[in-house]
């Protein structure tokens, strides 16, 4: 490898490794199963993979481990359709794939068909054509290992990308114009999570964009593509994880709720709440108003009259089995409802609580805060802390004190 070969490799190995272990912890850690959070984690899967593979291009990996080469197609092809998806997911408050959604995978289906004969050929067979491509990297770009015509293969992918990602541009903009005519109020709160999609939308759009202007141009004498590549896609990986780093709330999707005028008519019950052992319904994706209603009611009145949270260690699978709702449909509920994750909420609960305690409670001052804090199912001291603070802005004692009954 060249100066800027090897460069380019140990900066993009870097940004790539960490954006696959953030996306494989983010999916992993998503145990509440939210359709958003995983489809970002396979974009961010996706895009770091993508580098990795451009970057060992330059390399003698893949005479060494030949069966690997293309693999990483699967991801590149994947990563349109899940951005455009996961856009989808976010501003129409999915929480599960419709079974359409399935269809604007296909494109990839066609292509990986397109290197299915090169993957069935021996490792000395695979040796031979990556080792013509490694040396003249312009017949990589032409693929010729694959079933199309030479140069319609990468010209396809990169026209697919263009088209999904320029869908998802179109759908960010239109969703805004209507939230911000027809429900002004959610559209103030969720201005972040429109940036952010913009963001990581825009991104990738002008990725494809720039790759297919170099296509065209033929500007590989000036810097190979497979370079441009791997920069670009590390570069996309990075914005995602310093997002998520900088801002993790851009997880939980829009603030608030919009009415969806494609419920099906069969399941928008008039004078009816929704049952609660209907949430779970095939024909729908996304909760309906009486769905909501239903659910607020359930949490809340199982909160005020139960108080499970009082119990350390109370986790989501726990409200799950008390109220017979699956996982993901609470996970995306408090979201959407609240702003806030499941452990937020139940910490907010908590403080309620703690600062109920003070205030009914003649001898409350008689007990240390973190006493009181332990049986409100707070685990340690540092998350009560952390709790209040989040909630208040203030300190424990500086927020409490108002509490207490005055002598």
Not at 204 to 228: C, D, G, N, T, V
Not at 240 to 269: D, F, M, Q
Request: glycine share 4%.
């Amino acid at each position: 490898m060249n100066a800027v070969e090897t460069f380019n490799y140990m900066i993009v190995s870097v940004i790539g490794t960490i954006g696959f272990l953030v996306s494989i912890i983010l999916y992993l850690k998503n145990k509440d199963k939210a359709l958003s959070a995983r489809l970002l984690a396979g974009v961010l899967m996706c895009t770091s993979i993508v580098a990795i593979y451009y970057a060992l291009v330059g390399t003698s990996f893949f005479m060494k481990y030949p069966h690997l080469w293309r693999l990483p197609v699967i991801f590149s092809g994947l990563m349109p359709a899940m951005v455009y998806l996961y856009v989808q997911s976010i501003l129409n408050q999915k929480y599960r794939f419709n079974g359409s959604d399935y269809l604007f995978f296909i494109p990839q289906i066609v292509y990986i068909i397109n290197f299915l004969p090169f993957f069935l050929l021996s490792s000395d067979s695979k040796r031979a054509i990556i080792s013509k491509m490694v040396t003249d990297k312009s017949l990589a770009a032409l693929e010729i290992e694959g079933l199309f015509p030479l140069g319609w293969g990468i010209m396809i992918r990169l026209g697919v990308g263009l088209f999904f990602t320029g869908l998802a541009l179109i759908t960010i903009e239109r969703n805004k114009r209507m939230l911000k005519v027809r429900f002004s109020d959610i559209y103030f709160q969720n201005l972040e999570i429109y940036k952010w999609l913009s963001y990581l939308v825009l991104c990738i759009f002008f990725s494809y964009l720039l790759f297919i202007i170099w296509h065209i141009l033929e500007l590989s004498k000036i810097m190979e593509l497979q370079l441009a590549i791997s920069l670009t896609s590390a570069a996309c990986s990075l914005l995602i994880c310093g997002y998520l780093l900088l801002k993790p709330n851009i997880l939980y999707g829009l603030k608030g709720w919009v009415t969806h005028p494609s419920v099906p008519a069969e399941l928008a019950i008039e004078n009816q709440p929704k049952q609660i052992d209907e949430f779970n319904h095939p024909k729908t994706s996304f909760f309906t108003p009486e769905m909501r209603t239903e659910m607020t009611s359930s949490i809340e009145n199982h909160f005020k009259n139960n108080k499970p949270f009082l119990a350390a260690g109370y986790k989501i699978k726990d409200l799950s089995q008390e109220l017979n709702v699956p996982i993901y449909l609470i996970s995306s509920f408090i979201n959407q409802e609240y702003g806030k994750n499941f452990n937020e909420l139940i910490n907010d609960y908590r403080v309620d609580y703690v600062a109920e305690v003070l205030k009914e409670s003649p001898d409350s001052q008689n007990f240390t805060l973190e006493a009181i804090a332990k049986s409100a199912g707070f685990n340690s001291r540092n998350t009560f802390i952390g709790a209040v603070k989040k909630k208040s802005g203030l300190t424990p004692s500086s927020y409490f004190i108002q509490f207490l009954p005055h002598k």
